[in-house]
Structures are given as C-alpha cells and as structure tokens.
C-alpha cells in the first residue's frame, strides 16, 4: 500500500516536471535567439501575437523564429523559466529514497541489537567445577573467539543489507528519472499543441499531414475518373449513331468538381448580393391607412386573351417538350442491368429528370418479365 501510495504521489509530479523542464528548454532557446537579434541591432519586442491559432498559422510566418515560438507558449510576466514543479519533484524523490533508506537501516540495525542480546554470550551461567572443565583462560579465549565471529557475522549481514537498501533507492530515483523523461519528451508546451497533435496523428507535421492527404485526394480522383471513363464506354456503346458523342467530349470527374465549386461559388455569391441589396433597400414609409369610402359596384370584366397567348399555344410547346423528352429516355436503350447511381449520371449528363429515367428502368423490368411468362 506504501509503494502505491508512493507511487500514485510521484507520477503527476515527475511528469509535471518533465514538461516544465521542456517548456524551460523552449524559453531559453527564444532567449538565446533573442539576445542574439539583440546583439545584431535588429531584435523585436518579446510580444505574443494572442491571434495565432489553428486557423491561422501561416500568419506569423514573416516574423523571426523565436517570435513565432513565442507566439504559440503561455509564460509568465518576465516571460523566463520557472522550476517550482522542479523543486518539488526532486524534493519528493529524495524525501522517498532517503527516508526509506534510513527506516529501512535502522530496522535492520534494531534486528542486529536483538539477536546479539539473545546468545549465549550475553549470559553467564554458574556450573559445577568438574575435573574435566578446561582452564579458565581456556574458556575466556574460547568465548572471546565466538563473540568475536558472531560480531563480524553481524557486522556483515548489516553491511549487505544496508548495501541493497541503498541499490534499492538508487532503482527507486532512475525509476522517477524514466517518468521525468517521458514528460521532457511526450509533453505539449503550446497552446494548441495537443489539439494538433490529435489532428495529425502519427504525422511529423503539417506538411506531411497535407502531402498525404493531397495523394490520398488525387487517388480518390483518378479512380474516380476510371469509374466514369468506363461507364462513358458502356454509355458509348448502348447510344444510337445519332446521338453518340466522342469520348474526348465527355465530361470528366475533374471537370463535375470543378462545376460542383463553380455553382457553389456563383450560390455564395448570389446570396451575398441578395444579402447586399436587402441591406442597402431603403424603408418602406410606415402609411395611415385612410378610411375606405364606399365604392359603387362595377360591372364584371370580360377578360379576354390576346390571339397570340391563346391556350393551344401555351400546351403546344410544353407537350412538345415532353414528347421530346419521352423520345430521348427511349433513345437511351436497355436500362435493367444499370443500378440507382449509374442511372442518376446518365440523367445527370443527359439533362433528365431522374425519376423518369428510373421509372423507364421499371418499365422495362415489367416489360421483361411479360415476356419471359408468355415464352414460357
């Protein structure tokens, strides 16, 4: 439970320290490159620019490097490094490491006191004389021999023991000296930095990020354009001589995003204007309204159209349209074995209502089916 707790303790503070000791590093290179600006009469203001972000990157890229790594670091006023996760990192380990090597010692050396105080030695008892007894300086010397033997026993066991406690401090501190390198290495000093870093991934950097991305696009594209070229070819072969195209002709992917952007273009800016005159028309003029006078009944008008708007004329060109339409959708041949989005190309490039053209498919499914029953 002590280790845990131990632990628990000593990792925020060793990684707290790791990334202040970087964030140090960060300062003292911009102080370095900013006395030497100085030294050549052409230094800047130490000023952060609070308006570079994510978005807007490439705003400071005309500005010297250590204003633009200034621009990206929250510092103090004296804008200088600071060492107070330092201090208590570094006092913690050593309050751990030391503390437990002496608690560790003196238990060691009150093990030692006990088992000295517990042998024969420490007694002396009173025997019988016995004409076998050897002298009495005999005895003293054999005594003096076994108490010197199990002192330097003691004396070595406490020795080693004491040798490990301290090998056992020194892991300890390079145990805490790993946690406080992950974070001088795996720490964010910048703003937005952990935000880029989830951004780019497992990328070096923002050109890195846009090279792949721009091969990823530009694959997309090409086999984009082969799905197309090859339904072109299908199209090709299923038109009428009439109303075949060459295959140059066509429109490529290339060119229906470039459509895509140019109509999304024209959209923006056509309601910006819209935006624009709404703005710019003047108020209309708040009126009372007057009280109405009566007003005597009128006779009823006869209405009559003119000979050249008459409703035969009207109907003839929207019939027209759609017998001209009908006529194009049957030109366009056998639809069954094409799915929903080949369909929505072909209405796409023929200027066809979808729904027509899918309903022609379903028609020629139901006409299939006919048939296959009276053959059968």
């Known amino acids: 439970m002590i280790s845990v707790l131990i632990g628990v303790v000593l990792v925020p503070a060793t990684h707290l320290m790791g990334a202040e000791l970087h964030k140090n590093s960060l300062l003292k290179k911009i102080r370095y490159w900013y006395d030497d600006?100085?030294?050549?009469?052409?230094?800047?203001?130490?000023?952060?620019?609070?308006?570079?972000?994510?978005?807007?990157?490439?705003?400071?890229?005309?500005?010297?490097?250590?204003?633009?790594?200034?621009?990206?670091?929250?510092?103090?006023?004296?804008?200088?490094?600071?060492?107070?996760?330092?201090?208590?990192?570094?006092?913690?380990?050593?309050?751990?490491?030391?503390?437990?090597?002496?608690?560790?010692?003196a238990t060691i050396d009150s093990m030692d006191t006990q088992a000295v105080n517990g042998t024969p030695f420490s007694q002396t008892t009173e025997t019988s004389s016995s004409p076998f007894d050897l002298p009495a300086d005999a005895v003293a010397d054999n005594a003096k021999a076994d108490s010197q033997a199990t002192e330097e026993i003691g004396n070595n066991r406490v020795f080693a023991s004491k040798l490990t406690f301290i090998i056992l401090s020194v892991i300890f501190v390079g145990v805490q000296l790993i946690g406080i390198l992950i974070g001088l290495y795996r720490s964010f000093a910048g703003i937005d930095s952990k935000k880029a870093a989830k951004y780019a991934g497992n990328f070096s950097g923002s050109e890195e990020f846009s090279a792949w991305h721009s091969m990823k696009r530009e694959r997309v594209e090409r086999d984009a354009q082969e799905k197309l070229s090859s339904l072109q070819n299908r199209l090709m072969m299923k038109r009428t001589s009439s109303q075949s195209q060459q295959l140059n002709e066509l429109p490529t992917f290339t060119d229906y995003v470039s459509g895509k952007r140019v109509e999304k273009s024209r959209s923006e800016q056509?309601?910006?204007?819209?935006?624009?005159?709404?703005?710019?028309?003047?108020?209309?003029?708040?009126?009372?309204?007057?009280?109405?006078q009566p007003v005597a009944p009128r006779a009823a008008l006869h209405v009559v159209l003119p000979e050249e708007e008459t409703p035969a004329d009207i109907v003839a060109p929207v019939q027209a349209a759609k017998d001209d339409e009908k006529e194009r959708i049957i030109a366009l041949g056998d639809l069954v074995g094409l799915d929903e989005e080949d369909l929505a190309l072909i209405a796409d490039d023929q200027g066809l209502p979808l729904e027509a053209v899918l309903k022609r498919q379903r028609v020629q499914q139901l006409l299939n089916k006919t048939r296959a029953k009276g053959e059968a």
């Open 37 to 105: 600006a100085r030294h050549a009469n052409n230094a800047r203001g130490l000023t952060s620019n609070t308006g570079i972000s994510l978005e807007n990157t490439r705003d400071d890229d005309q500005d010297p490097q250590y204003i633009q790594m200034f621009n990206r670091i929250n510092t103090n006023v004296h804008s200088r490094p600071q060492y107070w996760a330092t201090a208590i990192a570094l006092a913690l380990i050593l309050f751990f490491a030391v503390g437990a090597y002496f608690v560790r010692a």
């Open 270 to 292: 056509e309601f910006n204007e819209h935006l624009k005159n709404t703005a710019s028309a003047p108020v209309a003029q708040v009126i009372t309204p007057q009280p109405q």
